[in-house]
């Protein structure tokens, strides 16, 4: 069906892909929203971060990629008739939401900017945590891993011009499509998850390996001490988001009234 894909200039296909990102990905995101969010002092020593504060960007850059979105929201919004017309697809009662009154879609600018900044700022580095505070005969680098003699050093993250070339080939890729579906969503978040860096787990993350024998201690150096914890409230996410997806199409189908008999599934 040609006369319905017809390209066309959809700039907000950039704005929407951050919410993406930040819902699949918020195990890997949230310690930098947290660490622009609460005092360091309240948080746990694995989700400090002493550089997150540095790399928010200045009040007067805020205002204006803000005053950049809310015009691509004013000018730019594309609503496709198929996405108002299948009550099957999830996203179909996310514009109802931004559809429902007119400031609704521009509430939702705040929240573009909050999670592309945390999805930039992630693929930029690894989260800098706190060192310990036995400093006098071990050095650590800047991110707070021990610096062994034999180990190589942990990756610093992305070069600039990565993350540069990532968001011109993902806006190219986007931006003349009418439609919005997750599914266009898909290439550019698993190219920006390949590139996120976390330490490797003989590196830990707070300094040397446990040599303790409690299994107390085992279980935090297994869980977040020696290892990167993100990791594993990211295996649980997706576990849970795809027993709920698997639960909600198997249990809670419903029947469209011109087509009595027909089970129709709830779907990305």
């Excluded at 995101?29 to 504060?53: D, F, W």
């Excluded at 898909?186 to 976390?198: A, G, K, Y």
């Excluded at 024998?213 to 001490?225: P, R």
Aim: some cysteine; hydrophobic content about 45%.
């Amino acid at each position: 069906d040609k006369e319905n894909h017809i390209a066309s200039l959809h700039l907000p296909q950039m704005l929407y892909i951050w919410p993406y990102f930040a819902f699949f990905s918020f195990p890997l995101l949230y310690p930098y929203v947290l660490n622009c969010l609460a005092p360091q002092t309240s948080l746990p020593r694995y989700l400090r971060s002493g550089s997150t504060a540095e790399k928010l960007p200045h009040l007067a850059i805020v205002a204006i990629v803000l005053g950049i979105i809310v015009a691509i929201v004013h000018n730019n919004t594309l609503v496709h008739p198929f996405t108002l017309a299948d009550n099957r697809h999830y996203i179909f009662y996310i514009f109802r939401i931004l559809l429902r009154h007119p400031l609704v879609k521009y509430l939702a600018t705040p929240i573009y900017l909050i999670c592309g900044w945390s999805a930039i700022t992630a693929v930029g580095g690894l989260p800098n945590t706190e060192p310990l505070p036995e400093r006098d005969s071990i050095s650590y680098d800047k991110n707070g891993f021990q610096i062994l003699p034999g180990l190589p050093k942990p990756e610093e993250g992305n070069r600039v011009s990565f993350v540069v070339v990532w968001l011109i080939a993902t806006t190219l890729s986007l931006i003349t499509a009418p439609l919005v579906e997750p599914r266009y969503f898909i290439v550019p978040w698993i190219i920006w998850r390949l590139h996120i860096t976390t330490p490797r787990p003989h590196e830990g993350l707070h300094g040397p390996p446990t040599q303790s024998n409690s299994w107390l201690d085992k279980i935090k150096a297994i869980a977040y001490k020696e290892h990167d914890h993100r990791l594993w409230l990211e295996t649980f996410w997706f576990l849970a988001v795809n027993f709920v997806t698997g639960y909600v199409f198997l249990n809670w189908g419903f029947e469209w009234p011109q087509e009595p008999g027909r089970v129709q599934r709830f779907m990305w």
